[in-house]
């Protein structure tokens, strides 16, 4: 005898734009996830296009499991070499197509012009469909566009990844509506972390430590945007929305990480204290310094590529600590906004 078939299942379409780290790792986790997400929420998730650099590639009906972990097996840019890709098509034609619910931002950020990221939110925002971003700059640039399209549209834009891309912190910090947040400080960036950590733990130069965290991947070939305190910045300015406050990236004072010396880090063992670089935004400003804690302050004992967030409130303070990012923490705080749009709409 056959089973009914289960009429309660709704289809949420969606296509992944950049298929780097965090892409690749959401692929994984929709196949690993796909039965819990029907059982328990009764959604079937379809990707029907994912894009990189170069192309793209499409499947009406959607890929299957298979064909999904096919595809994070194809080498960088090589997407639309896989059967029926697609070198050069836009967004737009393809969206003509395929009619996602759900756009899916997870390409680099570009805190020059906010570029692609910003014009692909934009467009699928115009074309009707939600989008779950992991990418931070078009937020950092562009929020009042996109948000007030996404009011007049009805639709939603949703960002977990962005902040602590691991740890479910935006969602904590949206729901604390009966505090007054008086401050929100806190250690935001991994690699920054993990080279601070190393030199402590090594005694080597700040060079050095970098250097290690080159070789293991905590940090890009290019790590000034990590270095100079960017990333940490645009962060803040994220967290400054929810709390209602429009910063700008120029108005974020930031410190360079690459000034630190051995000796200010022998010099503050020597104090009994630890230089941590820390994100700060108050009622009036935001900054990305370093400073120098107490031993005893529970931000100068997080290490490595471990993140943590001090919210002060008018009831306390709340500590939060968890995982930076990675690409499959991050994915699933993207797939969780994704489930979240799908069960609401
Ligand atoms: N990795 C993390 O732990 C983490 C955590 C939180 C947030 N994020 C954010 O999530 C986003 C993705 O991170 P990631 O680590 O996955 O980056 P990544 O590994 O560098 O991947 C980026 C992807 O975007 C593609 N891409 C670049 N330009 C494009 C364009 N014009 N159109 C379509 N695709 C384009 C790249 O294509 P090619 O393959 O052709 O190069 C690549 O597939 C970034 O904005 C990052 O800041 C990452």
Redesign the pocket.
């Known amino acids: 005898m056959f089973d009914a078939p289960n009429t309660k299942i709704k289809n949420i379409d969606i296509a992944i734009?950049?298929?780097?780290?965090?892409?690749r790792s959401l692929a994984k986790l929709i196949v690993y996830k796909r039965q819990v997400l029907e059982d328990k929420f009764n959604l079937r998730i379809n990707v029907k296009a994912i894009?990189?650099?170069?192309g793209a590639v499409v499947k009406e009906e959607g890929f299957s499991n298979y064909e999904l972990l096919k595809l994070t097996e194809i080498p960088?840019?090589k997407i639309s070499e896989f059967e029926n890709g697609l070198r050069g098509a836009s967004l737009k034609e393809i969206y003509d197509k395929i009619k996602p619910n759900i756009h899916v931002e997870?390409?680099?950020?570009n805190y020059i012009d906010g570029e692609?990221s910003t014009s692909n939110i934009l467009t699928a925002l115009n074309l009707d469909c939600n989008v779950v971003t992991?990418?931070?700059s078009p937020l950092v640039l562009h929020y009042d566009e996109i948000f007030s399209l996404t009011k007049k549209k009805g639709l939603k834009v949703k960002f977990r990844?962005?902040v602590m891309?691991g740890t479910p912190f935006i969602d904590l910090l949206m729901s604390l509506k009966s505090y007054e947040i008086i401050k929100v400080e806190g250690i935001l960036n991994a690699t920054t972390n993990f080279i601070l950590s190393t030199m402590y733990e090594k005694l080597i130069s700040y060079e050095q430590a970098l250097a290690e965290a080159k070789a293991i991947g905590v940090a890009e070939a290019d790590p000034s945007i990590d270095i100079k305190g960017i990333d940490a910045a645009a962060k803040l300015i994220i967290i400054g929305r929810l709390l209602g406050k429009r910063i700008s990236l120029d108005k974020v004072e930031r410190d360079d990480i690459s000034k630190l010396t051995l000796n200010d880090i022998i010099n503050s063992i020597k104090e009994n204290r630890v230089i941590k670089y820390i994100a700060t935004i108050d009622e009036s400003s935001a900054s990305v310094k370093l400073r120098s804690l107490e031993k005893s302050d529970p931000l100068a004992n997080i290490n490595g590529t471990t993140n943590a967030v001090r919210i002060v409130t008018d009831s306390g303070d709340l500590f939060f600590v968890g995982k930076g990012?990675?690409?499959m923490e991050?994915a699933h705080s993207v797939l969780d906004d994704i489930i979240s749009i799908g069960v609401s709409s």
């Open positions: 734009v950049g298929f780097g780290n965090v892409g894009f990189d650099s170069k960088r840019s997870l390409t680099p950020s692609p992991a990418t931070k990844g962005t891309g990012g990675g690409g991050t």
